[in-house]
């Protein structure tokens, strides 16, 4: 079965990400099945899906009548157990957004299995999860993919494509394919923990935590520092608030124990603490800020030398994880600086910045940081070592 615009769509989850991923389908022109277990889930997605296509005819992105066809392409598919995977039986094409839990999405790509075609191709949504690993448990592993959005699907660009070892060269050009006809960006990535964007960013929030712990900033300086020098769009601390402590914590013990506890990725205990309290963040009122009625915001140190030194340290952590990540062939030069721009909308690709600054210099500090902690988690890239050495280009 060939993915083109007129193939049906299925997406089971009806979570954010579930309805975002069926309003970008149905946006593009596909007949939409979105499926869920729960009825009040469904009824929820056709709120916000009627919600969001309202907002979209008042500021003037979609006439009103494409946005009522676009409705009109979205079904939602109700039933106790697997009987609502009974409506996926026509798709093309089915996107799992369900529970981050690899025997969970295992299960649920067996039940599709025997409803949908022998050649309907089944795409994970998982963000860190090994797609060989959920797909391992299909009688047709060739037809699993990972096709990674990123929330809010319909506003954030990147898709990151990731196939497995045994998923199919068509499969994964037909969804690249499929995928650019949305109007995103895509990557693809290697089936390695945290593909390319929530590896490469773990240095982001790790090291922003090592600085606080050791007492060289607050959090509110840190965030400072990154984005007004650093020219982050938010800093470390806002955006774990924003994501959920819970959430970000989770996905770095998880690239922590994939990557067989490298030090690298090792989760601070300053965030486990709060998960551990209850404080998640924004949805919770409290987590590195405070969020409740009345409280008052901190104020950063805005001493320009100390803000240089988190930035030099927290983008060299970055760019090592970059040149790393390219040595190791997770992805392409080209893609991994497109993943960390579009993506998380980094000031500019961590590649491109090592560059600019000297691939030299990066190393210096690098170099700096581990004879004075002695710890394997400040070791420098071979990449960006080799680049260094010949004067030459990471970004190439």
Not at 53 to 65: H, I, M, Q, S, Y
Not at 185 to 191: Q, Y
Not at 301 to 323: P, W, Y
Request: with cysteine; net charge neutral; aromatic share 6%.
């Amino acid at each position: 079965m060939t993915l083109t615009k007129d193939s049906v769509i299925g997406v089971v989850g009806a979570g954010a990400m579930g309805q975002g991923i069926a309003q970008v389908a149905a946006v593009s022109g596909h007949r939409v099945v979105l499926s869920d277990t729960a009825p009040a889930a469904l009824d929820k997605a056709r709120a916000s899906h009627r919600a969001s296509f309202d907002r979209e005819v008042e500021k003037g992105r979609l006439t009103r009548a494409a946005a009522d066809a676009a409705v009109a392409r979205l079904h939602y598919a109700e039933g106790a157990g697997d009987a609502n995977l009974t409506a996926m039986a026509d798709c093309a094409l089915v996107i799992e957004a369900i529970v981050e839990d690899a025997p969970t999405k295992q299960r649920l790509f067996c039940a599709l299995e025997a409803i949908v075609a022998p050649d309907c191709v089944l795409a994970t949504n998982t963000s860190s999860l090994s797609v060989g690993r959920i797909a391992s448990a299909c009688q047709g592993p060739q037809r699993v993919v990972g096709i990674h959005f990123f929330n809010p699907a319909p506003v954030m660009p990147l898709v990151e494509v990731v196939p497995a070892i045994t998923t199919a060269e068509q499969v994964t050009s037909e969804s690249c394919a499929l995928v650019r006809g949305w109007g995103k960006t895509v990557v693809v990535a290697s089936d390695t923990p945290g593909f390319i964007v929530n590896r490469i960013a773990r240095p982001f929030y790790g090291e922003s935590l090592r600085l606080l712990e050791e007492g060289v900033a607050d959090c509110a300086t840190i965030d400072w520092a990154l984005k007004s020098i650093g020219g982050f769009k938010m800093g470390p601390f806002e955006l774990m608030d924003f994501i959920g402590n819970d959430i970000n914590y989770a996905v770095t013990c998880s690239v922590f124990e994939a990557m067989y506890y490298d030090p690298r990725y090792r989760p601070a205990l300053t965030q486990r603490r709060l998960v551990e309290a209850g404080l998640l963040g924004k949805k919770s009122g409290r987590g590195y800020y405070d969020y409740r009625a009345g409280a008052v915001a901190p104020h950063p140190n805005t001493d320009a030398a100390l803000g240089q030194q988190i930035v030099d340290r927290v983008v060299a952590m970055l760019i090592n994880e970059a040149a790393e990540a390219l040595h190791l062939r997770v992805a392409t030069a080209q893609d991994i600086d497109l993943a960390m721009t579009k993506g998380v909308n980094y000031p500019r690709g961590l590649l491109a910045w090592a560059d600019e600054m000297g691939s030299a210099t990066v190393l210096a500090r690098l170099d700096a940081l581990r004879h004075e902690y002695n710890e394997d988690r400040y070791r420098a890239s071979p990449r960006l070592r080799r680049v260094a050495a010949a004067g030459g280009k990471l970004n190439v």
